[in-house]
C-alpha cells in the first residue's frame, strides 16, 4: 500500500482520527462488538491515521502503547499526530518547559518505535504571517525540531514568496490543504520543503465554513465530485515527486466521506480496488442518500 506509482514517495492515506459517533452504521458495525478497537478496523484499509486526540491534551504514554499494538503486524503502518493546542492556539501566555516534557514524554513511544510519520503544527486561519508568528514558530522548532514537524496554516498569506522561504529555513515540512476556495482562503496548492510531504482535505463546504452558527459536523460535511479528486490527485502527484514520504489525511469526516475518500484517492495511488467497509460503498455511489 505504501508503494506509490505518482514517484518515488511512499504514500500514506488515512482519516483525520476515528472518534465520531455518526460513523456507527456506516463506517464501524453498530453495535460493536466487544473488543472492537477503531484503530486496528481502520488499519485494514488504510496505512496511517492522525490522531486528533494530541490536540486537545497531551497524550498518555500508555495510551500511544496501545496505539501501538492496535496496529501490530502492519509494518508499513505510521500515525502522524497533532501538536497539542497549548503551542498553536492558545497565545495568550506562553507555554512552559513543562508543558513542552509532558507532551513529549507522551508522544515518545510513538517516536522511539519509528511509528511517527509526522507531527502537524495546525494552527486556526486567524494566525497570519507576522514577525510574531516567526518568532513562535522559530520557537516551536526549537522544541520539536528532532520530531518529523509539518506547518499547516490557513490564510493565503503564507503562500507568498517570502513566507514560504521562512518555513523553508525552519527545516519543517508544509501541509498543503483543501479547503472552500475563499479569496482569503490558502488554495489547493503542492508545496514541499524536506523529506515528508503533506495534504490535508476538509471539504468544500462553502456554506458552513465560516458560519459561526455551524458546528464541526456541518462545517466538514462534503463528499468531493470525481472532478475535485482528480485535482486533488494532481496534487498528490506533484508532492511525492519531491519527498520521501506522502501523507494524504481526509478530514471531511461527518457520516464517514473521510472514509470514503480516503478510499478512493487509496485506489488511485495504487491501482488496485480496496472493498469498502459497512455502508461506505452507498455513500461513495449514491452520497445524497446520506445527507441531512
Known amino acids: 500500500m505504501s508503494d506509490s506509482s505518482a514517484g518515488k514517495a511512499a504514500v500514506y492515506v ?5 472518534s465520531y459517533k455518526d460513523w456507527d452504521g456506516i463506517v464501524y458495525p453498530d453495535p460493536k462488538p466487544k473488543g472492537f ?9 488504510f496505512n496511517t491515521i492522525e490522531l486528533n486526540n494530541t490536540f486537545y491534551r497531551p497524550p498518555n504514554p500508555g495510551y500511544c ?4 499494538k492496535d496496529v501490530e503486524g502492519r509494518e508499513d503502518f505510521l500515525y502522524t499526530a497533532k501538536l497539542w493546542q497549548r503551542f498553536t492556539h492558545e ?10 516534557e509532558v507532551f513529549r ?25 507576522s514577525a510574531r508568528s516567526q518568532d513562535r514558530l522559530r520557537e516551536l522548532a526549537d522544541e520539536f525540531g528532532d520530531l518529523p514537524l509539518v506547518l499547516e496554516v490557513r490564510s493565503r498569506g503564507w503562500v507568498q514568496d517570502e513566507p514560504l522561504r ?9 501541509c498543503n490543504i483543501d479547503q472552500p476556495r475563499f479569496r482569503s482562503n490558502i488554495p489547493l496548492t503542492a508545496h514541499a520543503f524536506g523529506d515528508v510531504g503533506y495534504l490535508r482535505l476538509h471539504g468544500r463546504n462553502y456554506e458552513a465554513w465560516f458560519d459561526k452558527n455551524a458546528g464541526r459536523d456541518e462545517r466538514y460535511d462534503y463528499m468531493y465530485k470525481d472532478s475535485e479528486l482528480d485535482e486533488i490527485q494532481a496534487a498528490l502527484d506533484e508532492i511525492s515527486r519531491q519527498v520521501e ?12 466521506q473521510a472514509v470514503a475518500t480516503g478510499l478512493l484517492l487509496l485506489e488511485r495511488v495504487t491501482g488496485e480496488h480496496v472493498e469498502p467497509p ?12 446520506f445527507s441531512t
Do not use: C
Not at 515518545?108 to 502537524?120: C, E, Y
Not at 514520504?245 to 464517514?256: L, P, S
Open 245 to 256: 514520504r506522502m501523507f494524504v489525511i481526509a478530514n471531511n469526516h461527518y457520516r464517514g
Open 166 to 174: 521562512f518555513i523553508e529555513s525552519l527545516g519543517v515540512g508544509f
Open 105 to 129: 514524554r507522551g508522544i515518545a513511544p510513538l517516536a522511539d518505535a519509528g511509528k511517527l510519520g509526522a507531527l502537524l503544527m495546525q494552527f486556526p486561519w486567524s494566525f497570519r504571517f
Open 278 to 289: 459497512g455502508r461506505v460503498g452507498e455513500l461513495r455511489s449514491n452520497p445524497s442518500s
Open 91 to 100: 497565545r495568550d501566555e506562553h507555554w512552559t518547559a513543562e508543558d513542552v
Open 65 to 68: 502503547q496501545r496505539w501501538l
Open 37 to 45: 478497537r477503531p484503530p486496528t478496523f481502520l488499519s485494514r484499509y
Open 14 to 18: 488515512g482519516t483525520a482520527g476515528w
